[in-house]
């Protein structure tokens, strides 16, 4: 087992969840685990493939073990944790807290020990565990703990990705679980609607940093409405909004988890995935915190502020209103004056274009839910 971080930066993946829904199979993660291969994904770095709720018989065998429903795995966990460790990826599984998980299968309370000792054995590689049908006595805190606890003593190492939506003050005791991300928030859905709530409310806490990252929930970049998923399938975004999405899901540090077929995605949406750009501010070693600096006159634009190793700094512009606005960040707000003799060289991540040098402030005109996201390095006049 290894001392370090399993993730020392935000994980990348994809969950069977959002477009999926019940509907999972081995043979869905191995095309999914060929396709990712196929297209690329692997080599960015989406190395986790994680198979989310409805994996299950729906009640433990006699020894009280979890099985693999064998209709939709018909070779048993152990087989698609082989198959998809081949290929290079990792296996992500899912379980809960509570007697049941969300969707009503066995979930892991009384059981924790068994059911880690169980994961180890299949080769599982990451845990997401979830908060359903909890006993109302029991704090989240102390159920987190006890399966932080197996997990660290089944004799594997598996990632702890808790999911308890943001409750019970979680940031505060979050690291003692030795959970390495969190869910901070409510499911997510394939709406605008969604993307910006979860986003206001991911800036209102700048808390993900080394070692424990906040988790804005499994992107919809490429679902266009066409998930499975009743809960969180709507109308789907536009091209636009996934850009926004994803961008600002990179720029805050969130895991990144695809939620959509990537068997079949648009080639605009397997481009954007794969920004180079955008990934290694994602990717940063420093996993540094964003900060949000105003942009004046207008209260539903902003600008994000990343620090980035070696002195760089990354900054989203991102316009949350309905119409286009104009965003201009003055550079005083992020503490270069003009007396610095210094200005910011601006590299264009989504056009892969060099604007140059400025100082005092910079300018972006961006559409409706539009955003310009930089990679800006401080240099002398
Ligand atoms: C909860 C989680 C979702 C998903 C479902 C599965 O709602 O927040 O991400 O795992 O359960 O039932």
């Known amino acids: 087992?290894?001392?370090?971080?399993?993730?020392?930066?935000?994980?990348?993946?994809?969950?069977?969840?959002?477009?999926?829904?019940?509907?999972?199979?081995?043979?869905?993660?191995?095309?999914?685990?060929?396709?990712?291969?196929?297209?690329?994904?692997?080599?960015?770095?989406?190395?986790?493939?994680?198979?989310?709720?409805?994996?299950?018989?729906?009640?433990?065998?006699?020894?009280?073990?979890?099985t693999a429903d064998p209709e939709k795995f018909p070779h048993g966990m152990k087989y698609v944790a082989d198959y998809v460790h081949a290929k290079g990826f990792k296996l992500g599984l899912y379980a809960c807290c509570g007697v049941r998980t969300c969707a009503g299968y066995p979930g892991s309370f009384e059981h924790e020990f068994q059911d880690a000792a169980q994961f180890a054995e299949w080769g599982v590689d990451y845990l997401k565990y979830d908060n359903c049908h909890r006993p109302a006595s029991i704090p989240s805190e102390i159920l987190c703990r006890r399966m932080g606890m197996a997990l660290r003593n089944c004799g594997r190492d598996i990632l702890f990705a808790v999911c308890q939506w943001g409750t019970e003050n979680v940031r505060e005791w979050i690291r003692s679980t030795g959970a390495q991300t969190f869910r901070s928030t409510v499911d997510i859905q394939d709406s605008w609607k969604s993307i910006e709530k979860i986003a206001l409310s991911r800036i209102e806490h700048p808390c993900s940093a080394p070692g424990c990252f906040d988790d804005m929930d499994i992107l919809v970049a490429g679902m266009y409405g066409r998930g499975m998923n009743?809960?969180?399938?709507?109308?789907?975004?536009?091209?636009?909004?996934?850009?926004?999405?994803?961008?600002?899901?990179?720029?805050?540090?969130?895991?990144?988890?695809?939620?959509?077929?990537?068997?079949?995605?648009?080639?605009?949406?397997?481009?954007?995935?794969?920004?180079?750009?955008?990934?290694?501010?994602?990717?940063?070693?420093e996993c540094g915190s964003c900060y949000k600096a105003a942009v004046y006159g207008n209260p539903d634009a902003f600008v994000l502020v990343k620090p980035l190793r070696g002195g760089d700094y990354a900054l989203g512009f991102f316009n949350f209103s309905d119409v286009p606005a104009n965003l201009t960040l003055n550079f005083w707000d992020l503490g270069l004056s003009a007396v610095s003799g210094r200005g910011l060289r601006f590299h264009d991540c989504l056009s892969n274009q060099d604007p140059g040098i400025f100082t005092e402030q910079f300018s972006v005109k961006l559409p409706s839910h539009g955003c310009g996201v930089y990679r800006c390095q401080v240099v002398g006049l």
Not at 30 to 57: F, H, N, R, V
Not at 238 to 263: K, N, Q
């Open 230 to 285: 009743p809960e969180t399938s709507m109308g789907g975004c536009t091209e636009e909004e996934y850009r926004t999405h994803f961008a600002l899901w990179a720029t805050l540090g969130s895991p990144l988890m695809i939620g959509c077929d990537v068997r079949t995605m648009p080639e605009e949406i397997l481009a954007l995935l794969t920004n180079r750009d955008l990934l290694s501010i994602h990717q940063d070693p």
């Open 1 to 66: 087992m290894q001392n370090q971080p399993l993730s020392p930066v935000p994980p990348m993946g994809w969950n069977s969840w959002n477009t999926f829904y019940d509907q999972i199979s081995e043979e869905l993660i191995c095309e999914t685990a060929d396709a990712m291969a196929d297209k690329g994904l692997l080599s960015a770095g989406y190395e986790y493939l994680i198979i989310d709720d409805c994996w299950s018989m729906r009640e433990r065998d006699q020894q009280g073990n979890l």
